[in-house]
């Protein structure tokens, strides 16, 4: 009885066995079209989550009422209020555990939600109407920020605070930096250092409202 030999994979094919997977190309949540680097987001105000979209199919959703209001283009504005200051006691009325928060109202829920980064994503803060309204309230970001679609992010670091209006999808973004990073009880270097780039390029983009045009 004859044998033949066991085929065994070739070097080659191991190590692409060894390999991750490449990552698969971003696609738009609509029409299928591959995304390039930055692209814009919807939210969809019913699942409460964010959906990426190509440059034409964000502009069905810039409109007011588009899609029934279901879906809604987020903006690409960075906003600063120079003239409003936090202190320690502003922070501690918060209830915020950690360095970083941010906050946007939601429409769905007519209530303003409060989230933080943490190991496992974001957590949520419950916040008093009354607390928001005297720390934040005096603020002029607070009367421009957009339901669903744009957040009040702060900061506070070594004794002092900041606070812009930014694209919620950068909050998001940055919750998945520290998640990635996160080590220890409080981050770690790591995430303090993606924490500072995130911050610097968000005061590089950020202007005073009065400056500001909607886009």
């Known amino acids: 009885m004859s044998t033949r030999p066991i085929a065994r994979p070739g070097a080659a094919l191991l190590r692409r066995l060894r390999e991750p997977a490449p990552p698969q190309p971003e696609r738009c949540g ?4 591959q995304l390039p680097p930055g692209h814009r987001h ?3 105000t019913e ?10 199919c964000a502009l069905l959703f810039q409109a007011p009422g588009a899609a029934e209001g279901r879906y809604r283009k987020v903006p690409d504005r960075y906003l600063v209020d120079p003239a409003h200051e936090l202190d320690e006691s502003a922070w501690e009325a918060l209830q915020i555990p950690v360095s970083t928060a941010f ?6 829920l007519d209530r303003l939600v409060a989230l933080y980064p943490s190991p496992a994503g974001p957590a ?11 720390v934040l309230g005096r603020s002029r970001l607070t009367a421009l920020l957009e339901p669903d679609v744009e ?14 209006l930014v694209p919620i ?17 409080d981050g770690g270097a790591e995430a303090r250092a993606e924490l500072d780039g995130v911050f610097a390029r968000i005061r590089e983009r950020a202007r005073v409202p009065a400056e500001d045009v909607a886009s």
Do not use: I, K
Not at 103 to 108: D, E, M, Q
Not at 124 to 134: C, R
């Open 124 to 134: 949520e803060s419950e916040l008093d109407p009354q607390t928001w309204e005297s």
């Open 42 to 44: 919807v939210v969809d």
């Open 103 to 108: 906050f946007f109202r939601n429409a769905v």
């Open 47 to 56: 699942e409460r989550r964010l959906a990426c979209t190509c440059a034409a």
């Open 151 to 164: 957040a009040l992010l702060l900061r506070r670091t070594a004794g002092t605070f900041q606070c812009f």
């Open 169 to 185: 999808d950068v909050c998001y973004e940055l919750v998945g930096r520290m998640r990635l990073h996160w080590q220890g009880f």
């Open 30 to 33: 609509f029409c299928g079209l």
